[in-house]
């Protein structure tokens, strides 16, 4: 079937690819690469894939498409789920015969319910859904393909059995040359990292148990799985040759640094290729293998700490303590690993002496950049489940993002409102950006280089712009 892969149009800036953790648009405008749905692209022969969001390519531009495909494939989430059904609508008045389905965490969890939100949707494909797609792409019977849900000639929405995990991840065919045939790379910036810049996944899964993660509870499953050593450098090699004008390399798994005697083989061979790369860590990695990683390019690390409190890091099963996270992080000073640290105001147990006491902690450690997002109670989540039982989500506020695609407070608790915890992210920004330590850090930066410069300047603006929307709309 000739196949188009689409994250749909929808919020302006919306990030929503499933590379980004929060479907949103960001207090700075950034995007992640599509590369849960280049992976699928990859195994179909032919088949093109859009990324509309960062390439701002409307509605219109692909309607304008339809009639030149027999199957659309879109990716979709709980925020964007409503505008992507609208999607489907226009590209199914363009194209009658169009067959569409849709992948993703929030059709992973309920396919019923995803099914029957439209007729229009014909498929969804449940879980691990590569080779799933692949098959309804080769022309296979439905009623053959496991991980399907799909609605019969009859309308009846039928359940086939489930699709076996993958173990063989080096079945995956490489994404970069998907990226290279569909995207423009320079589209694609994230604050902290260097541009270009490219991600990969070089494994699925996360043995980590945090209640709020939406992939390894929808998607990726709790054990890690990996591609070979050899795999990963191949691609790399590849993509290098591809992309001579990519700074940084970014492995998007969940968390890298879960297996180190492979994480510090990758770097080995990467440091052979000479190239700067970055990835997601815990913070526990040990000293020893966080020089053996920049002795071998590892520019920076992508830590989420959330809390500074120890009791919401046991609430949220998070498995870190505050003083491991604390000698990690001085580790990495001392070595000179650049930390961009993550936190999530509003998790169970959140109260204003934590909220304090998270900012205190964030001022402390003093990652070189920072971002704070919202407690998200993404469906089939621990973290949903646990507030619907509790009455921390009510149904006037279970939605994720506002009408413009920035997050909300949907969580509240008797002793903090949404209004509470929604206020706690700019006074986190706030307290962390406006002291005078890292002021000067952000200016020395600046003057290093003319091009951090133009890019810091245009990220200050977006920012304090962010911060304006966020005051009116309180």
């Given amino acids: 079937m000739r196949t ?124 691990e859904f590569d080779f799933t797609i692949k098959e309804v792409a080769d022309g296979r019977p439905w009623s053959d393909i496991a991980g399907l849900s799909y609605r019969n000639p009859a309308g009846v929405v039928i359940h086939n059995d489930e699709r076996a995990i993958l173990e063989n991840m080096d079945l995956l065919p490489f994404v970069s040359p998907v990226y290279k045939r569909d995207l423009v790379i320079k589209n694609y910036f994230i604050g902290y990292l260097k541009h270009p810049y490219l991600s990969i996944y070089t494994g699925r899964g996360c043995k980590s148990r945090c209640t709020f993660c939406l992939w390894p509870q929808t998607v990726g499953g709790h054990r890690y799985r990996t591609r070979s050593v050899g795999h990963v450098i191949e691609e790399i090699a590849w993509a290098q040759k591809a992309f001579p004008e990519v700074q940084e390399f970014f492995f998007d798994d969940d968390t890298f640094t879960d297996d180190c005697p492979r994480a510090e083989a990758i770097a080995k061979e990467l440091s052979k290729l000479g190239v700067t790369w970055s990835c997601n860590a815990k913070a526990n990695v040990p000293r020893k293998t966080l020089q053996v990683l920049r002795d071998n390019g590892l520019r920076l690390l992508l830590v989420g700490y959330e809390s500074g409190n120890q009791q919401i890091l046991h609430n949220i099963k998070k498995g870190m303590r505050i003083d491991v996270a604390r000698r990690f992080t001085k580790n990495c000073h001392d070595l000179g690993i650049t930390i961009h640290g993550t936190f999530i105001m509003g998790l169970p147990g959140e109260t204003k002496r934590t909220i304090e006491e998270t900012i205190r902690f964030a001022a402390d450690i003093n990652p070189h950049t920072i971002q704070v997002s919202l407690a998200a109670p993404y469906p089939g989540t621990f973290l949903f489940d646990q507030a619907l039982k509790n009455g921390w989500l009510d149904e006037a506020n279970a939605e994720l993002v506002d009408d413009d695609g920035v997050q909300i407070a949907p969580l509240h608790y008797p002793h903090l409102t949404h209004t509470e915890i929604f206020d706690s992210v ?49």
């Fill in 4 to 127: 188009l892969f689409l994250q749909a149009p929808s919020f302006d800036g919306f990030d929503g690819g499933a590379g980004s953790r929060y479907q949103a648009r960001r207090e700075i405008r950034s995007f992640w690469y599509p590369t849960w749905l280049a992976q699928p692209a990859a195994l179909v022969a032919g088949s093109k894939l859009i990324d509309a969001p960062p390439h701002r390519i409307k509605l219109a531009q692909v309607t304008a498409n339809a009639r030149d495909y027999d199957l659309v494939v879109l990716h979709t989430s709980a925020p964007s789920f409503a505008s992507d059904v609208e999607t489907i609508k226009a590209l199914k008045a363009a194209n009658g015969a169009l067959k569409v389905g849709l992948i993703g965490a929030k059709v992973a969890v309920d396919p019923a319910g995803s099914l029957n939100a439209s007729p229009l949707i014909d498929f969804v494909a449940r879980n």
């Fill in 426 to 474: 700019d006074e986190f920004y706030r307290k962390f950006y406006f002291r005078s330590g890292k002021i000067a850090s952000i200016v020395g930066e600046m003057i290093r280089s003319p091009q951090m410069m133009k890019r810091r300047l245009r990220e200050g603006v977006e920012f304090f712009h962010f911060l304006r929307e966020r005051s009116a709309a309180h």
